[in-house]
């Protein structure tokens, strides 16, 4: 049934900034976020790095949960990744103030050899060519999906799309695919990246959902769980991905059907994630809170 | 079972810019959108107004269709509605170049005796006081939704909501919504628009579907129709009313799950209406082709 899920990405301290207020210095970062999300799901083993100033205590953060967190390596004479960022009014729109790179500007983490048989990975958005690093040092995985964002399609495209070569999935925002495949439709978007390697493209669409479209043409639609409150949409990309892995990884084959579920499944983990600042939303859900969710989601989209 | 559907709106001579070409003089107005549209379920009881110079037959336009043209006035010494649009490459954002009110900024057409007695009532974007005067003249409608736009919302407000309790259901686009209830979170939106007297409330999001709200408490969100070419959008909402008046006043009975799939033909029929300039598109398509796509919609949409 279930098969082992590996994820690989970012620790940060993030300083938030919404209409609603600010939080310094709160626990962030790709990977915390995805593998809370995808622990609703079953196992989640853990791959990141920190610097020796890191405040948080992530065996404490993923108490209860099985997050294994072999993989977390504590660098001394490192700095931890940071990073503060806006949101507009309209919470989609979010500006960058700060990064501090530090640890995430030296090499990766490795992989730990328990790790090596991994079946599920996802590749969490750092520079392509480290993706790539990670990935080879998986021995057999059956299925990949990564993010990828702005700068590295406009700077490192070439690494990019060796990575499309060698994975399954690939889950990026909107503005992200259509800037990648050079066409505004996002439908015509969709398969222009399919054309680049990819079996499965997820395109977000922040609170108008998302669209998934497979080289078999296959397509899949589905609105946002509607949220009458945003508090911070930090983390709901992740927390979507983690949602949609841990749902993959938990049945073990990612035909279709078990796909357009795994959509639903991120849609409704990343729903908790935006309730609240930093982590605070996620960890107070519940798998029952997520399943109950996911039946209002289907009851409200389908006619 | 069906009930009779009355549309009061415009008839227009449009000038239409896009990515793709330019249509200059060619049939447009929310009423011969809306009939045309509504046609494909049940018959359409028209009334609009065209000045003498008007170089459209709409009896010819609508040959083959069951639409009642008894509420079509040609005005002497009137001139014909004037209208002229540029669309953004995203299809979505357009910007009007010209109008010219003319025979629109007169008094309104009649409704005729014989359409009175009409149950299901559309009544297309105008000033709300003439929506009124339209109304006023419908003795026991069941049913009747409007739609409305910017300037009305900002420079006539009283009577927008005065229009608001006396109807059922508000058609709006998402930008709408979002001014006429000072809320940019839109679910919170659609609840401030429903504690202004209407029932039910569309808010539409282009490219990225609909969501409907009933004062009791109920939702429906649909992604739109994934197009991978948009040819033209100008009267897709007019089409999108005209699929979902039309299902329900075959129906009959305006109940959620009946509004439900009135969204998703709405959805489907304006799907017809952007792929060609001008009415092109949805004269081109049958309701074999609606049906059809429907069901296709309800397959994508679903997990």
Known sequence: MGESLLVTGSIG??????????????????????????SFFGPVRFVGVVGDDCPFDLAEVFAG???????????????????????????DDRTTDSVELNVLGEAPPPVPQAFADSKFVFLANTMPSLQLRLLSQVSEPAFVAADTMNIWIKDHLADLK???????????????????????????????????????????????????????????LLPAYPASHVEDPTGAGDSFAGGFMGHLAGRGTPDFATLKAAVAYGTVTASFTI?????????????????????????????
């Open 65 to 91: 949960r099985d997050v294994d967190l072999a993989g977390l390596e504590i660098r001394k004479q490192s700095k931890t990744f940071r990073w503060a960022g806006s949101y507009a009014l309209n919470m």
């Open 13 to 38: 301290i993030d300083t938030i900034r919404t209409p609603h207020g600010v939080r310094e210095d709160c626990l962030g970062g790709s990977a915390v976020y995805f593998s809370m999300a995808a």
């Open 162 to 220: 060796a990575l499309l070569r060698k994975i399954d999935c690939l889950i990026i925002n909107e503005d992200e695919a259509r800037q990648l495949a050079g066409e505004y439709n996002l439908i015509k978007a969709g398969r222009t990246i399919l054309g680049m390697g990819v079996d499965i493209v997820v395109m977000k669409k922040g609170e108008s959902g998302s669209v998934m479209c497979s080289a078999d043409g296959e397509q899949f």
């Open 275 to 303: 309730a609240g600042f930093s982590l605070d939303g996620l960890a107070a859900a519940n798998r029952t809170d997520i399943d109950g969710r996911l039946e209002e989601l289907r009851k409200i989209t389908t006619f």
